[in-house]
Structures are given as structure tokens and as C-alpha cells.
């Protein structure tokens, strides 16, 4: 406390109290004999003179003081505060109680914490104040505000200037006092707190300039233009951000965020749509755990084509050729010829597809489950149905807080789903002739014998939303063409099989089915889709069969990528992937 002012000596501590040392001005005290107790008139002018003295000393003091702070008024005297804030270096601490921004509560009211985050915004006010938005995950912000000391410590002007100025997104470590604010701070997401800062340290820097800066970061995406997403597509987005009335703030393209990863990742609504897409394989694995499934992990490195050898990736290994595997089904069928009743696995699937279309990417995570089967596929359709339901209810509780967020930036109607006992179950059939009298006039024509395009998959996503107030159901029975040689065949119409789609909002999320388990059944069903049953990886798949007797079973494959984008009702899978893989993009 050298700065503050010296208090005046007490009167034990004045000359006068001391006697002997009053009477040192001379041997002989005043009209008295040496060793004689001095006059009461000698003391009270002893006292007098160390009254004098202690009142100069503390104006002295005073004079240095405002001196001090005058002189840290004008910015060019040593800084007072100047331990207090810069660039962190090892040796730097605060010896306070580290709390995270979400977790500021009224216990820390008045208290002094240790709080670290990114600066997402700063302003000063006047040379005096100025205020910096923390920020922790997601969109956990607050205020600090830093008001210069009128004595230069613990803040001073200089202090004050340098964290107006610290550049946006660097990382920082602060030791504040918590306060309330005069009225909830808008801007920010703790607003009910503010932490006044005493001292302000940078562990990391931001750059000068940001590639891209939070606000844009935060954006919807509009612009997919060069990700080759369809006009359509970015038409029905853009709409729907004009609806919202969000500021003008212009909103960088696909490849703009996926070039700028760290603040891609820093805005709020793509943090919440990973905790989305997080939960969302969490409730896929504990529902199936509650039901008996056994988790294993298929390889993604394999020899052959799984599938007939259409979209497959190849690269050499050593003096052969291997393949990324686009499948994990022959593995989930080897591990129910393996004994097991019922798994499941999730992971990367691969695809060499030069799909350039908001629904595909060359390498998706797929949530695969294979099971026994007793009587009939529809096990299989009920037990994919179930889990998906209980993704859906799982994330309306779970994730409530993001959905929210996110419905800010990519607003989204209710995700409906259907009663109980009300699950919507169509045959591919029954789907064309609702398109054929209620869908759009160039729908009129469609036929049952050709597969469905994307245009038409949406439009009867509508006419179901609107009719039966859902947007998953089921499509089945779809035309022979239209399915893989391991597809049972319907026994009572050939020219159909018993495989079913899943669809969300319109879109396909899920493919799956009753597969062959007779080998002789499999052979001649792989001969009539035109591919030799003893080519590379065909003939593998159909030993399996061959090598002991395998039960009925089925199952399918789930896009994880695809449930979240459409679920939340987003342009693009290219927003649900952490680091989605196209044809055009491999990197970071
Ligand atoms: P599509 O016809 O849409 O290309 P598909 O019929 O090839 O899909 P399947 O092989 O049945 O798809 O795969 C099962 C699920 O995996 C699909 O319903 C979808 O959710 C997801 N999926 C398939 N291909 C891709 C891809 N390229 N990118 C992202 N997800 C995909």
C-alpha cells in the first residue's frame, strides 16, 4: 500500500511522548535543570512541532499520490498496473477459483475467480472503461468490463487500451470479481453476470484479421454454389432465412467455413449441431444395448468389392489392391453366421460416387444393426423404426437447448412424428399412386416399375407430412431393379422385393431388409443381377452361407450424417460431417 497516504503518527510515536527525546534540542529543558522532567510549555511546543510535521508528511504524501495518478492520467509515466495484464507467459498465474462461464452463478457474486475463454468482442468506452465478451463453448458468453483505477492500479489507462485492443479470438485468462450487472447484458448468453477484470492475460493470440469472423460463422450457409448443391436447395434456405428477419450480415459459402476450420467450428450453431449429432449415435447404441445387440467393428479395409464392385475406392497395398469398404454388411452377416442374435456397428462407409449433391459425401458414418429373424422382415422394419423413434424423442429432450439455438440460424418446423400404433408404413406401390393424385402435375405418370427420383421423394414427403402429420415413414416393397442381389424377393410378386426405405422430411435416411440366407437362393439371384457368383468378394460372401447354416435375419443401414441434417432440417449433410469428404474436397 505505498501509495496511499501515510497516515499522521500516532501520539505515542510523536517526539513529545518520547521525553528524552524532546529535551535533545538542548541539555537543559527550558527554565529547567538537566535530568529535570520538561516544562509543560516545552512539551506542548513539542507537540506542536510534531503535529507540524506529521500534517506535512501526509500532504507530501497526498501530493506524490495524485502526482502518480496524474501522471498515469496522461499515459507516458511508468504503468502501475502493468503486471497486472499481457501476453502469458509460463511463470504466468492467477491464484483464483477457476469457474466456467456457464456455471457463474449467485455464489460467486462479489468474489474474485479465474475465468479463461475468447475474446468475441470488444469495445472501448471513453480511455477510461472498456468492455470484452468471453466466451467458453458454444455460445457461453459474458461481459468483462475493465475500468481504470483512478490511482493506475490494479488497472490502469494503458491497461484498459491494451484489452480494448486485443485481438478478437484470442485466447485469454482473466482474474475478475464477479458483479451484477445493472440490467441483463442482451449480447450475451450469462447476462445476469458481469466480471469486473482485474487482471487480463493472452495465452493465445488471435490473428490481425480473422478469415472469418464469428458473426459470419454463425450464419446460416446460403451459398453452396461452389459445393454444387442444386438451385433449388439454396433457394429453399435462403427463403427461409429472409423469414426469420436476421440481420444482413452476409453469410460466407460452404467452402468458406470448411476453408476456415477453427471458426467453422467456433460458431455456436455448428458446436450445437455436433452435440446434436453426438447424442444421436449415443441413443442409436443404448437403445440397441437395452435390446440385446452386440457391438463389434467391421473393417475398413477390404479386399474386394463388398457390393459388386460399383463405387468403390481403390489403392494399392503392397503388391496388391485394396478397397474402402462401402459396406459393412457382409461383416454383420458373418457375425450372425458367427452366433451372434443380434449387433450392430458404426463407422465409416465409403463411397466413390461423384455425387456433388447436398445428400452426399464419399465418406458418411453409417449406424448399421443386423438381427435374427423369426417369422417375418417386419422384425427387422419395427426394431429400425423403434430406434429411430427413440433417437428422435431422445433428441427433443436431450438436446432442447441446441435444437433451440439452431432453429435460430436454420429455422425448422417441428420435426412431426407419428402416434404410437401410427407408424406410417407404405408400400412403393401405394407411394406412387399418392404422388400420382396428389402430388405435383408433372408427377402425374410415375411408375411403379422405376425406382424414385430425389424431386419425387420430396414431394411425397410433403403429401405424408400433410396427410398423415408425419415426416418419417416407411416405403417397402420396392421394384426388383431397384435392389441389391441379396434383397429377398417378395414371394407372392417377383417382380418386388421385401426391402424397405426410411425416410425423413421427405428424404432417404435408411436403407435395409430381409437378406438371402440360402446359398443356392443367393447363387441364383446373383446370377439373375448379372454378376458371376465366383468373382472376387461374391464368392466369399456366398461361402459364408455355404460354410454352416445361417438363420433368417435382416437388418440396415442408417446415414448418421443424413438423420441429423434432416431431422434439424439443414441445406446439407456437408454441415452435420465434422470434416466432410466430397469429391472435390479432401482437406484439412
Ligand atoms: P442414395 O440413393 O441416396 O445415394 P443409397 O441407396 O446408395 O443412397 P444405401 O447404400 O442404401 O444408400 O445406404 C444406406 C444409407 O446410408 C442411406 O439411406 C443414407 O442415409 C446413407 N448414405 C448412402 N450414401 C451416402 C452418401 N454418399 N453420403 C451420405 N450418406 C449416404
New binding site residues.
Given amino acids: 500500500m505505498a501509495d496511499q497516504p501515510t497516515p499522521p503518527p500516532s501520539q505515542s510515536e510523536t517526539p513529545a511522548a518520547n521525553p528524552a527525546a524532546g529535551a535533545a534540542g538542548g541539555e537543559r529543558g527550558e527554565g529547567g535543570e538537566v535530568g529535570e522532567a520538561p516544562s509543560k510549555k516545552a512539551l506542548k511546543k513539542a507537540e506542536a512541532k510534531a503535529k507540524k510535521e506529521a500534517e506535512k508528511a501526509r500532504r507530501a504524501t497526498e501530493h506524490q499520490a495524485s502526482q502518480a495518478a496524474a501522471k498515469a492520467a496522461a499515459g507516458n509515466t511508468e504503468d502501475l498496473a502493468k503486471d497486472n495484464y499481457g501476453d502469458a507467459t509460463p511463470q504466468t498465474k492467477i491464484v483464483a477459483e477457476l469457474v466456467s462461464l456457464k456455471s457463474v452463478g449467485d455464489e460467486h457474486l462479489g468474489k474474485t475467480i479465474r475465468a479463461r475463454g475468447w475474446v468475441q468482442n470488444s469495445r472501448m468506452q471513453g480511455a477510461k472503461m472498456a468492455f470484452v465478451e468471453l466466451r467458453e463453448e458454444r455460445n457461453w458468453a459474458i461481459q468483462g468490463v475493465v475500468a481504470a483505477s483512478p490511482e493506475g492500479r490494479p488497472v490502469s489507462r494503458q491497461m484498459v487500451k491494451w484489452i480494448g485492443n486485443i485481438n478478437l479470438e484470442s485466447f485469454v485468462m482473466v482474474e475478475a470479481r464477479v458483479e451484477k450487472p445493472l440490467e441483463p447484458v442482451k449480447s450475451v448468453r450469462v447476462s445476469n453476470y458481469e466480471l469486473h477484470i482485474a487482471k487480463c492475460y493472452v495465452i493465445a493470440p488471435g490473428p490481425e484479421v480473422l478469415g472469418m469472423g464469428l458473426v459470419v460463422a454463425n450464419k446460416a450457409v446460403t451459398n453452396f454454389d461452389d459445393e454444387d448443391a442444386g438451385q433449388d436447395v439454396v433457394e429453399e434456405i435462403r427463403k427461409g432465412v429472409e423469414a426469420t428477419g436476421l440481420d444482413n450480415v452476409p453469410s460466407a459459402s460452404m467452402a468458406t467455413h470448411l476453408n476456415n476450420p477453427a471458426m467453422h467450428k467456433r460458431a455456436p450453431v455448428q458446436q450445437a449441431i455436433a452435440d446434436v449429432r453426438m447424442a444421436t449415435r449415443k441413443l442409436f447404441a443404448e437403445y440397441l444395448d437395452s435390446k440385446g445387440f452386440n457391438q463389434f467393428e467391421p473393417p475398413g479395409l477390404i479386399g474386394a468389392a463388398s457390393e459388386g464392385g460399383a463405387n468403390v475406392f481403390v489403392m494399392p497395398y503392397f503388391e496388391k489392391s485394396a478397397c474402402l469398404a462401402q459396406?459393412p454388411q457382409i461383416y454383420k452377416q458373418i457375425e450372425i453366421a458367427g452366433g451372434r442374435k443380434r449387433v450392430y456397428c458404426i463407422g465409416p462407409?465409403f463411397?466413390a460416387?461423384n455425387?456433388n449433391t447436398p445428400?452426399?459425401?464419399?465418406e458418411?458414418t453409417?449406424l448399421d444393426l443386423e438381427m435374427e429373424i423369426e417369422d417375418s422382415y417386419h422384425e427387422v422394419r419395427d426394431m429400425l423404426e423403434a430406434v429411430l423413434l427413440h433417437i428422435f424423442r431422445g433428441l427433443a429432450e436431450r438436446c432442447a437447448d441446441q435444437i433451440a439455438l439452431i432453429r435460430t440460424v436454420y429455422p425448422s418446423e417441428e420435426f412431426l412424428l407419428p402416434g404410437d400404433g401410427k407408424e406410417v408404413r407404405l408400400t412403393f406401390a401405394e407411394g406412387q399412386a399418392l404422388l400420382r393424385a396428389e402430388g405435383p402435375e408433372e408427377f402425374r405418370n410415375v411408375s411403379d416399375e422405376e425406382d424414385m427420383s430425389t424431386p419425387q421423394e420430396k414431394a411425397l414427403g410433403a403429401i405424408i407430412r400433410k396427410k398423415y402429420h408425419t415426416d418419417f415413414y416407411v416405403l417397402d416393397k420396392f421394384p426388383e431393379g431397384a435392389r441389391p442381389f441379396y434383397a429377398i424377393e417378395d414371394p407372392e410378386n417377383p417382380k418386388v422385393t421385401n426391402p424397405f426405405?426410411f425416410f425423413m422430411r421427405g428424404q432417404?435416411?435408411?436403407?435395409g431388409g430381409q437378406r438371402i440366407h440360402v446359398p443356392t437362393t443367393l447363387e441364383a439371384r446373383i446370377r439373375k443381377k448379372g454378376i458371376d457368383p465366383s468373382s472376387p468378394g461374391i464368392k466369399e460372401y456366398v461361402d459364408v452361407f455355404r460354410s454352416a447354416g445361417v438363420p433368417p435375419h435382416g437388418g440396415g443401414?442408417?446415414?448418421l450424417?443424413?438423420v441429423v441434417a434432416w431431422y434439424l432440417n439443414l441445406p446439407s449433410?456437408h454441415l452435420t460431417s465434422y470434416y466432410p469428404r466430397t469429391p472435390k474436397r479432401l482437406l484439412p
Fill in positions: 459396406s462407409v463411397r460416387e455425387s445428400r452426399h459425401m464419399t458418411f453409417g426405405d432417404e435416411i435408411l436403407s443401414g442408417i446415414g450424417d443424413r449433410v
